[in-house]
């Protein structure tokens, strides 16, 4: 995880991340934080509202935005791409501002 990333656990190579995993992760979230459409019946875009609304207090309840908070800090630790590539190699440098702006977007 990013805990390794950290100069004191550092292994000889780059961390292997498993990055297309959590992109598809945090985008599964988002859309399941979608609010519903606005062309819905009022009912049923009350319904819908109500039950995003669980989802949100659950997320919460869990300590997930805790979470999210903690890994976009970690994350900012490196100030580009190129930064976060000597540790977590070229391929996860590609992929770090996508997370970045993800992991914010899921907030």
């Known amino acids: 995880g990013l805990d390794s990333l950290s ?6 190579g780059p961390v292997s991340l498993p990055l297309d995993g959590v992109i598809l992760s945090l985008q599964d979230l988002i859309h399941y934080f979608r ?3 606005e062309e819905l019946e ?3 875009k009350q319904t819908k ?3 995003l ?4 207090n659950l997320f919460q309840e869990e300590g997930m935005i ?16 190129a930064h976060f590539s000597e540790f977590a190699g070229e391929e996860a440098a ?13 907030l």
């Open 94 to 106: 590609e992929s770090w501002k996508e997370i970045v702006n993800l992991l914010y977007e899921l």
């Open 42 to 44: 009022h009912e049923e």
């Open 66 to 81: 805790t979470i999210v908070l903690e890994c976009i800090d970690r994350l900012n630790v490196y100030n580009t791409a």
């Open 49 to 51: 509202l109500r039950s």
């Open 53 to 56: 609304r669980n989802r949100q």
């Open 35 to 37: 609010p519903p459409e």
């Open 7 to 12: 100069g004191k656990n550092r292994s000889p």
